[in-house]
């Protein structure tokens, strides 16, 4: 199968070089699930020796604990690169690793893209668990869990449904009154719009949301309580970019502005969308109406801005004169106004009410709750990442896709669950 492993480490595996001999491997967090469909071989095992071949090749030897797939003796070896910078395994004699093979002339190899936790290699042999929520559905989580895309989870984050089908969620929104959600989802055949009930995530209707040439979709707003009317914004990745904000129907398109920009935040009223080569000059664009009209000067966003309830104000972190130390800028919409602080950290940000704004930088440092007038009201410990507020509960993902929650403002953070595999994309509130 040396086709399928050089195609698959390249979709997810990226060595970089520079002019330096350094050297670095990136990988994206693989879905055991697909993984053990697709290799030769999957095991959990203990490594016991390592031996270098010498032109960046090593051969790891194993005791095989449990095998899961393949024809795998009670010992194996396993030929990969010889360090982890050149997506070599990354394992010390002793440690127990779960591990997906190729067999390519008589040899079985692997990669550090197909290295995973043995408790998520063991979870891939096993059906997908069957549903245990209760209540409403609060939060949405995008990724791939073997056959689904989607999971519709609880505020204790039990399963309530999973979203099945094929490709990866681009983008997701909720509807009015909470009863579908929208994907755009990116497929081998194209992009298309997929319309899901909830909370059993039932696809009640798909249609393809292609886009203009050159662009990607950027932001997504379901209008429509049954989801037959949907907002989208495209643009460029060149700067200055070219951007537009288009209504998408069931029958048809129609362009509801067109201009420079590099981004929008879409509200319930109103499409902010920031105007200019770095976003800086925030716009109010009225969907019913077309009307645009210009908020004022912001701050540069490094990654867009959130909004609090009701569109009223705005949130986002900058980064001043291209320094290190981010700050945290807060916008009235009327009057205007911009308030800004510096931060030690960057990370996710989120209301939790009109007022409450929660800054979530995971990795165990200090979670922040700021107030009206950006101080700071309460930190907590915080070391997940991908977080959300819902219900006045910060979620995020924490390591091997550990599901983490702290109520608000003080927290403290705990572990909820384990997710059915690590490939987690978002966590979307359903608010």
């Excluded at 520079?18 to 203990?46: K, W």
């Excluded at 914004?233 to 700067?239: E, I, L, P, Y």
């Excluded at 970019?241 to 502005?257: G, K, P, Y």
Aim: hydrophobic share 40%.
């Amino acid at each position: 199968m040396r086709l399928f492993l050089a195609g698959t480490v390249a979709a997810v595996a990226v060595v970089a070089t520079t002019a330096t001999p350094a050297h670095a491997c990136s990988c994206a967090m693989p879905d055991p699930r697909s993984l053990l469909a697709q290799t030769d071989g999957a095991f959990v095992g203990r490594v016991v020796a390592r031996r270098d071949l010498g032109d960046g090749r090593a051969i790891f030897t194993l005791r095989v604990e449990r095998r899961v797939k393949g024809a795998i003796g009670s010992t194996v070896d396993v030929e990969s690169a010889s360090n982890g910078a050149a997506c070599g395994v990354e394992t010390t004699v002793g440690e127990r690793i779960g591990l997906f093979l190729e067999r390519d002339a008589g040899r079985w190899k692997s990669s550090l893209c197909w290295q995973v936790s043995p408790e998520d290699l063991l979870a891939a042999a096993q059906p997908l668990p069957p549903p245990n929520g209760r209540g409403p559905t609060t939060l949405l989580v995008t990724g791939r869990f073997g056959p689904a895309r989607l999971l519709a989870l609880d505020a204790l984050g039990r399963t309530l449904a999973y979203g099945r089908g094929a490709g990866s969620v681009l983008h997701l929104s909720v509807c009015p009154e909470r009863r579908r959600t929208v994907e755009v989802v990116y497929l081998t055949v194209g992009v298309r719009v997929a319309v899901r009930a909830l909370p059993s995530l039932r696809i009640v209707r798909q249609q393809p949301a292609s886009t203009p040439p050159g662009t990607s979709v950027t932001s997504l707003r379901c209008e429509a309580a049954d989801g037959s009317r949907l907002l989208l914004f495209h643009a460029t990745s060149d700067r200055p970019a070219s951007a537009l904000l288009e209504r998408l129907t069931r029958t048809r398109r129609a362009v509801l502005w067109r201009g420079s920009a590099i981004g929008a935040t879409l509200t319930e009223r109103t499409a902010f969308v920031l105007g200019g080569a770095r976003g800086t000059r925030l716009l109010a664009v009225d969907p019913q109406t077309r009307a645009a009209r210009t908020v004022g000067r912001i701050p540069p966003p490094s990654n867009g801005l959130v909004a609090a309830p009701g569109g009223s104000e705005l949130a986002g972190l900058t980064y001043p004169d291209g320094g290190e130390r981010p700050v945290l800028f807060r916008v009235r919409v009327a009057p205007f106004a911009v308030a800004t602080r510096e931060t030690p950290e960057s990370g996710d940000l989120a209301f939790v009410d009109r007022r409450r704004l929660v800054l979530l930088p995971g990795g165990g440092r200090r979670g922040r709750v700021f107030g009206a007038t950006l101080s700071v009201v309460s930190t907590f410990g915080w070391s997940a990442y991908r977080s959300t507020v819902a219900t006045s509960t910060a979620y995020g993902v924490g390591a091997g896709g550990h599901l983490h929650a702290a109520p608000l403002p003080s927290g403290p953070e705990r572990v909820l669950r384990r997710l059915p595999g690590p490939s987690v994309g978002a966590i979307v509130p359903v608010r």
